[in-house]
């Protein structure tokens, strides 16, 4: 009796094709925003943090008008902004995801999204991804502003910007990512402020030489790194186990 066995091609490519269909592939960055926007719809996805925006952008107004005005008064107001751009940067995007957070974690539906397919975390990843694209066009408008006014190249201090916020989103991420309570992000962020803090009370004048010592090539390399590093990894915080975060 004579049987036929597949040839090795045939075998490979039957291998490709189960992978192919049978295997859920990882999603990406973009495919994840995608999906999440087919089937929830916007209005649904930010359902009960609108206030929390709103609270922020007033928030921040305040802070950069508060800024502006100081600098219209500083001998050297010019290197000032290289060292705003740098601090303030990440500020509307932690206030955006810290405030959203303590409002969902104090809701008293928040352990039930906890049981859903769809999880709070798929919620986070989302709104985190809008939260960073909110900080990019309000902190451009900032910078383009102050460089405009101060004379200043806007290009150097935008990359600037640019390059602190995607290095803190990305860090941020990754301790949302590999830790199971949000005191260790909470951690990050404090220790991120106070560092900067001072650098900018007992070494101003070193700190921003070397921001400006370093070439706007090396600052758009570190925001393009940290940008991928952030959009890859972001999706995996919908990864997170269901009693991560639920009761930390």
């Known amino acids: 009796m004579n049987i036929d066995y597949p040839g090795e091609l045939q075998i490979k490519q039957s291998i490709c094709e189960i992978c192919d269909k049978g295997i859920k592939k990882a999603d990406t960055c973009f495919s994840f925003i995608k999906n999440m926007t087919k089937n929830f719809g916007f209005e649904k996805i930010f359902h009960g943090v609108y206030c929390v925006i709103f609270i922020c952008f007033l928030v921040m107004a305040v802070i950069y008008s508060i800024l502006s005005y100081l600098m219209g008064s500083m001998p050297n107001a010019d290197n000032i902004v290289y060292l705003s751009a740098f601090l303030t940067s990440p500020l509307l995007f932690s206030i955006l995801f810290f405030l959203s957070y303590i409002k969902e974690k104090s809701s008293d539906i928040f352990l039930i999204k906890m049981t859903c397919k769809y999880t709070f975390f798929h919620l986070m990843a989302y709104r985190m991804f809008i939260f960073s694209l909110l900080s990019v066009i309000t902190n451009s408008f900032y910078i383009i502003f102050l460089a405009v006014k101060l004379n200043i190249s806007v290009i150097s201090v935008l990359s600037i910007s640019m390059s602190a916020l995607f ?82």
């Open 167 to 248: 290095v803190y989103s990305a860090c941020l991420v990754i301790f949302l990512i590999r830790f199971s309570s949000i005191k260790a992000p909470i951690l990050l962020s404090v220790l991120w402020c106070l560092i900067h803090l001072l650098f900018f009370v007992f070494q101003t004048g070193y700190f921003i030489t070397i921001l400006k010592a370093v070439p706007v090539i090396v600052w758009g390399i570190i925001a393009v790194v940290s940008t991928i590093i952030y959009l890859k990894k972001l999706p995996q915080i919908a990864l997170k186990g269901r009693n991560i975060y639920a009761y930390n």
